[in-house]
């Protein structure tokens, strides 16, 4: 490689991780906020709430990729131009596609980075988040159990505990159960431990009493017991184990939509073709960013007040074919071909940085030719 195209790739390499890493961190922190309210809010530790957050990077990281090629590209050009270092190259002979060679690299770096991350590390993720909420839904105890409060797991019931005890034991247990309001069930115990089966989770209560208030004239009953067993399967919300989402299925499965996934998932055939075909595309959306961006600044000349304008066509650019992207979803998801427009918003974007880079050595060559002329 060219001692230049080392040059430049390197300046890349390095603004690009520094704007990796500040879009990283500022998407996660936003996500952050909300799951840490969802987490600590049911009950949950700061060690769980770690644990989802890394689960969540390497999606973060997918779709930010684009956006610090993008940024990458344009800072290091503008640069370039400030320092005149462009200029002195297109003065040797240099035209904006030899120009663009590294900046084509780079964005062939970054999109090898996003099509491990959309092929490889995303759907582990996703299907490793999707096995802990299932854990955290299951996790009754860390939910919904506060000793000394009351709280309402659920529409009509009543939940108080006076103690839990370091062996996961629940002292001195009441439960109120009014969602019949013909016949208000309230039971009291003793203790109570909680046991999942095969039906669903289970409330196991011993040396207690149920009253049961029934009827117009609100006649009371009382029975005693020394165990008694209470399905929470009304109480609590059960997630249907193994239930995956399309995020969660590996590239090979979408691509052959086996019905039975399409019944677990609740999705179409058009949706798995599309969101398969679109791990492929998506992460060339980094070429065309980065082809943008540098060529977009290359219209530029030097000006000591900077290439704003070049930088708002850039932005403006690259704001258009995320429309086009978002086009192409609604688009994609209407048939089982529809796939097909997956490709449309990469295929558009390195077509406007190729457009660009041409347009770009227009006013060179015709300077060019009126000096020879004259």
């Known amino acids: 490689m060219p001692r230049f195209d080392r040059y430049l790739l390197a300046q890349l390499l390095a603004v690009f991780g520094f704007f990796a890493l500040v879009l990283v961190a500022v998407y996660w922190v936003n996500r952050a906020v909300g799951l840490f309210d969802q987490l600590i809010g049911d009950g949950q530790t700061a060690v769980v709430f770690l644990e989802f957050s890394l689960l969540t990077l390497p999606n973060v990281i997918r779709v930010v990729l684009p956006v610090a090629a993008f940024a990458a590209a344009v800072y290091v050009a503008n640069r370039l131009m400030q320092e005149s270092e462009l200029v002195v190259m297109q003065a040797t002979g240099f035209s904006s596609f030899r120009l663009a060679r590294p900046v084509l690299w780079f ?4 999109t090898l980075a996003a099509l491990v991350l959309a092929h490889v590390l995303v759907p582990l993720s996703r299907e490793a ?7 955290i839904r299951q996790n009754v105890t860390a939910r919904f159990l506060t000793d000394g409060a009351i709280t309402h797991p659920g529409a009509g019931l009543t939940l108080y505990i ?10 001195g247990l009441f439960l109120t159960d009014a969602r019949d309001a013909a016949a208000v069930t309230t039971y009291t115990a003793e203790k109570a431990l909680f046991a999942r089966t095969d039906s669903g989770p289970k409330l196991l209560m011993f040396n207690g009493m149920a009253q049961q208030v029934t009827g117009p004239d609100r006649r009371l009953s009382l029975t005693r017991f020394a165990d008694f067993t209470y399905d929470l399967g009304g109480l609590l919300p059960e997630a249907a184990p193994g239930t ?3 995020d969660a299925l590996s590239t090979a499965e979408l691509l052959a939509a086996d019905t039975a996934l399409l019944a677990e998932t ?3 055939r058009a949706a798995f073709l599309y969101d398969a075909h679109n791990r492929f595309a998506q ?3 980094a070429v065309a960013a980065a082809l943008i961006g540098f060529a977009a600044l290359l219209m530029g000349n030097f000006s000591r007040f ?5 930088v708002g066509l850039a932005v403006g650019l690259l704001v258009l074919v995320q429309a086009v992207a978002s086009v192409a ?29 041409w347009w770009s050595q227009r006013p060179r060559r015709v300077a060019a030719g009126q000096g020879g002329l004259a």
């Open 266 to 268: 609740g999705a179409t």
């Open 306 to 310: 900077g290439l704003w304008r070049q």
């Open 329 to 357: 979803t609604g688009l994609g998801l209407r048939s089982d071909r529809g796939w097909i427009w997956a490709y449309a918003a990469p295929v558009f974007g390195t077509a406007l940085g190729v457009a660009l880079l």
């Open 129 to 135: 988040l999707s096995a802990r909420y299932a854990e």
């Open 283 to 285: 992460p060339f959306l």
């Open 244 to 246: 995956r989402t399309i």
């Open 162 to 171: 006076r103690e839990l005890a370091p062996s996961g034991e629940l002292l």
């Open 107 to 110: 964005g062939l770096i970054v």
